[in-house]
């Protein structure tokens, strides 16, 4: 550790803490996958809603087999909708996941210029 | 190989340096201080669009103190994350494989570095010529709270502790200038410091670690014997202490991986089917494992990675858990759902859902068995379909193999047979060894279908650190303070008085017992090692906490506390006495019987009641004795009566099992058959029995006395003949005559021979048995006066050398206590009488 206690500041707050927000940045991003899972959502995209499916009956019974196929569409339409919904949801989260961490990763880079810009603007040396 | 330690231009110095800078020091109070000053100026802001204040002041004053925020802000940031742990040069790994080389004080946390640093400052301000490990130990307990925390949990007050460690310190030998050196113990200390980090897995070298270091240096035997410690002790305290403070900082690290994983996963609890009729009587686990916060698994790690090896296997993936109730097979169960509910399990199973069906809420709420068999068919079909969960039954065993189900129980096997062959169907039943026994084994088409865990019992450390988590919940809800050495005397006082029930679980529920008693009765609300002896006291009706003082005494005065009852037959107490003395004293193993004996002799000699005596000076009575006949154990067929069987209880093991500390009287031994004398070869090497239903009977705790009349007669002629018994010679006849073997005689501390009774003998036990009637009509305030006319009278009629004192009860019965009883129904005797009884047997007043 260098004896310079600026130096080590330096190198701590633009070396050490951003590569730490970058990982819990990453943490982040990666709980949103997880959480929604986005992939398994679009794999099984057009599966039934919850796994809700009829069997076919036996025999020819062209009436019962058309009420199967109709529920069977149904309970996959309802699936597709949900899920489409839950991936729009996630993508939205997750861009805002990506935008909150930029900030904060950015506005912390920033952080010194920004105290700096204050106290220049306290004292009138500065005006926006 | 000794570590160089020198403070001086360390890195880790310079932070200490730092930190004491006013800007540092005081951050965290400023940037509070200007925050609340940001937030209470906007009142100007406020005040300005009123017209009252400047706008253009208002807001630079409002950003004048968040700046100031700021910058105390990122001080104290700065403070926490680079100066207090700088970076170090090295991993300790390596540096503990050649200490020699480096500096070791460059390996110190900022809060070791604190200590070494406060020890260094006291022993130049006191002008002590070394810096010694006492003086490390001094300035641990005064700069760092954790340190205290251990103290006050051994029961050790920190303030008394530091009081002596100073005046040790005062008489150290002192210089006029302090020279900077460090003593051997010191150095010690540090190299032990190192390598508890190393094994810690440390990135520093922490206070706990100095701790520990410091635990082994010889002043703190003192300490460590005056508490009634043992370093064990301290080290598991401080290796618990450090994983809990460990847990609590990483719950705080809401960003880290583990902690957002917490909320689970939505998008994929979508990708998996309904189980409406499954969650109507189910415990969905995820639930109860979610907000863990520092309880985990102890013991059970083996037990759980085998599990999820089982729940992926290709083909059989149900699991049977087979160990007794209070094993941990239910933690078991829970440790599996964190994991696999914080995705940290096996691919396969990650983000399941482990869920246990409550069998008794479903059968409570349907008599129809009909309708149980469809609700069952249904939540099974759920499970394979939803496609996600992991289906768990406790107590299998009330479930299967059930003949004639009657409401309220039912036999699951046909239904759950066809589901666990199906590979999406996930099952894990829980049951004990006699239940499996009774029950599963029997359906062997269904068993094939299980992949068998057994579950160990914990041992004694991993119950302690169990109930060291288990203590805070405790601490928390009672508001009690459960001091470490009170767990650690619960659980050696559990393994010893309760040694037929496992850990954890007993001592979980002792635990829990001690608390609510000291919760309850007591001020103080601190837990002591004699509050547990106090509740195990209550529970087990053994004297507990004063046993080893009690037990003591009665060793050393048990010839004359068993004199006391029996008369003559000095040889024979002697050698029971020194046997026993010999047993208890700490030489003989702990895992055998307490005390194991063979007594030969004729009958009516005072076998029985040696044996009661015993059971009445060693356990407090002669209920605590557990008397079996060998003459009903002569065949193969009856070893199921004594060790019990499917359905049926043992003879032998469950009273031993019910009353671990009992006297087992085993009557005429040598009609026993040939190999149940082999089990009792077990118990008397070992201490130990399985039982008919495979459950563990332990005799350690019991004093074995077996008595056989074989050899009487030699007994009797060399009595005749006033010489004394051979008992080798007598020992070879037994073998010559295959009534023992050498082998069975051996196993116990020793084989004690028993006389016969002279006239003389009897002449003194009848003065004891009509002492006993006298008492009892004293209790009346009626006087008894025995008279030696009375005494030869009774010896007279009784004397049969054959049958001993046997015969003497029932004269007296016959010819005393009926007299006596008839005279009190005819009131011919009342209360303040006195009255003597001839020796024809005719009761005559006696003037006061």
Redesign the interface.
């Given at each position: 550790?260098s004896?310079n206690?600026l130096a080590?500041?330096f190198l701590?707050?633009f070396y050490?803490?951003p590569r730490?927000l970058l990982q819990?940045w990453r943490?982040?991003i990666?709980?949103s996958i997880?959480?929604?899972?986005?992939p398994?959502?679009l794999k099984?995209l057009f599966?039934p809603w919850?796994?809700?499916?009829w069997g076919y009956p036996r025999g020819f019974d062209v009436g019962k087999f058309f009420e199967t196929l109709t529920s069977n569409i149904l309970s996959r339409i309802v699936g597709a909708i949900?899920?489409f919904v839950?991936i729009i949801v996630?993508i939205v989260f997750q861009i805002f996941i990506v935008i909150a961490g930029a900030v904060v990763f950015l506005g912390w880079i920033a952080?010194p210029l920004?105290?700096l810009m204050?106290?220049l603007?306290?004292f009138?040396l500065y005006s926006i | 190989m000794m570590g160089k330690f020198n403070l001086n231009n360390t890195s880790i110095l310079q932070s200490i340096k730092w930190g004491r800078m006013p800007i540092f020091r005081f951050a965290r109070f400023f940037a509070n201080f200007f925050l609340t000053l940001a937030v209470l100026s906007l009142f100007f802001v406020g005040l300005s669009f009123l017209g009252g204040f400047q706008f253009g002041l208002a807001v630079r004053i409002v950003i004048f103190f968040v700046i100031l925020f700021i910058f105390f802000w990122e001080a104290d940031l700065f403070l926490k994350n680079r100066i207090q742990s700088p970076q170090i040069s090295k991993n300790i790994e390596e540096v503990a494989k050649a200490p020699g080389d480096y500096n070791l004080a460059e390996f110190l946390s900022f809060s070791s570095a604190l200590i070494v640093y406060g020890a260094l400052r006291y022993c130049k301000r006191r002008r002590i010529s070394e810096v010694s490990s006492m003086a490390l130990l001094y300035a641990a307990l005064d700069a760092d709270r954790d340190i205290n925390v251990i103290f006050s949990r051994l029961n050790v007050s920190s303030a008394d502790l530091k009081q002596d460690l100073k005046n040790s310190l005062e008489k150290s030998k002192r210089d006029g200038s302090f020279a900077l050196s460090f003593s051997e113990d010191f150095n010690l200390a540090i190299i032990d410091s190192l390598n508890e980090a190393v094994m810690h897995k440390h990135e520093r070298i922490e206070p706990m670690d100095i701790l520990v270091g410091i635990s082994k240096a010889e002043f703190f035997k003192k300490i460590l014997v005056n508490a009634s410690l043992k370093l064990d002790d301290f080290e598991n305290l401080t290796l618990w202490f450090d994983y809990f403070t460990r847990k609590i900082k990483e719950s705080k690290q809401f960003w880290s991986k583990e902690n957002l994983a917490i909320t689970g996963s939505l998008g994929k609890d979508w990708a998996t089917g309904y189980t409406i009729t499954l969650d109507q009587y189910s415990i969905d686990l995820r639930r109860e494992v979610r907000r863990w916060l520092y309880k985990a698994i102890i013991g059970h790690e083996d037990e759980i990675e085998k599990l999820q090896a089982a729940l992926v296997r290709p083909e059989v993936n149900n699991v049977l858990l087979i160990g007794e109730p209070g094993t941990g097979r239910d933690s078991i169960i829970e440790g599996l759902a964190r994991r696999v509910y914080l995705g940290k399990s096996l691919e396969e199973i990650n983000y399941y859902r482990v869920v246990e069906l409550d069998m008794t809420a479903l059968l409570s709420q349907m008599t129809d068995n009909n309708q149980v068999e469809n609700v069952l068919d249904r939540i099974f079909q759920e499970a394979v379909t939803a496609g996600n969960i992991i289906l768990v039954i406790k107590e299998l065993q009330n479930y299967i193999g059930i003949e004639n189900p009657q409401p309220g129980s039912i036999d699951i096997a046909g239904i759950i047979g066809k589901y666990l062959k199906i590979q999406a169907f996930k099952f894990i039943g829980l049951t004990d060894y006699a239940g499996l026994h009774q029950r599963i084994e029997k359906n062997s088409s269904l068993l094939s279908l299980f992949e068998k865990i057994e579950v160990a019992e914990v041992s004694e450390q991993e119950t302690i650190r169990i109930l060291q988590n288990l203590a805070l919940e405790l601490e928390y809800k009672y508001k009690v303070f459960v001091t470490y050495p009170a767990i650690r005397e619960l659980v050696s006082l559990a393994a010893r008085y309760i040694p037929n029930q496992p850990f954890p679980q007993k001592g979980i529920d002792l635990l829990q017992d001690v608390v609510v008693y000291v919760a309850r009765s007591m001020k103080q609300r601190v837990i002591l090692p004699e509050h547990v002896s106090k509740v195990i006291s209550t529970k087990t009706e053994i004297p507990v906490g004063s046993v080893e003082k009690k037990e003591k005494e009665t060793l050393l005065n048990l010839e004359k506390l068993i004199h006391d009852r029996i008369v003559n037959q000095e040889e024979a107490v002697k050698e029971i006495s020194i046997a026993m003395r010999r047993a208890r004293a700490g030489i003989a193993s702990k895992k055998r019987p307490m005390g194991s004996f063979l007594f030969l002799g004729p009958t009516g000699v005072g076998k029985t009641e040696t044996s009661k005596a015993l059971a009445e000076i060693y356990f407090g009575g002669e209920k605590k004795m557990i008397r079996l006949d060998m003459s009903e154990f002569q065949a193969i067929a009856d070893i199921p009566r004594l060790l019990g069987a499917r359905g049926e209880e043992g003879l032998l093991t469950t009273p031993v099992r019910e009353n671990p500390f009992s006297l087992v009287l085993i009557d005429e031994i040598e009609k026993a058959h040939r190999n149940i004398l082999n089990l009792f070869l077990q118990i008397l090497d070992e201490g130990t029995i399985n039982d008919g239903q495979g459950r563990k009977t332990s005799f350690t705790n019991t004093i074995i006395i077996c008595t056989s009349n074989a050899g009487a007669e030699k007994i009797f002629k060399a009595t005749e003949k006033n010489e004394p018994v051979d008992k080798e010679g007598l020992l070879e006849d037994l073998f010559n005559q295959k009534i023992f073997r050498p082998e069975f005689i051996n196993r116990f501390d020793a084989t004690v021979i028993f006389k016969p009774l002279t006239k003389e003998n009897l002449l003194a036990i009848c003065q004891l048995s009509l002492k006993s009637l006298q008492k009892s009509l004293r209790e009346k305030d009626i006087e008894f006066v025995i008279t030696e006319g009375l005494k030869e009278k009774i010896v007279d009629l009784s004397y049969k050398p054959a049958f001993g004192a046997r015969e003497m009860r029932r004269v007296i019965q016959d010819r005393v206590e009926s007299v006596v009883a008839q005279a009190l129904l005819e009131d011919k005797i009342t209360k303040g009488d006195k009255f003597e009884i001839s020796d024809d047997f005719n009761l005559t007043k006696v003037e006061k």
């Open positions: 550790m004896n206690i080590s500041w701590w707050h050490e803490e730490f819990v943490n982040y990666q709980f997880d959480f929604f899972s986005t398994l959502l099984t599966s919850r796994r809700y499916n949900s899920r839950l996630g952080l920004a105290v204050g106290l603007f306290c009138g | -």
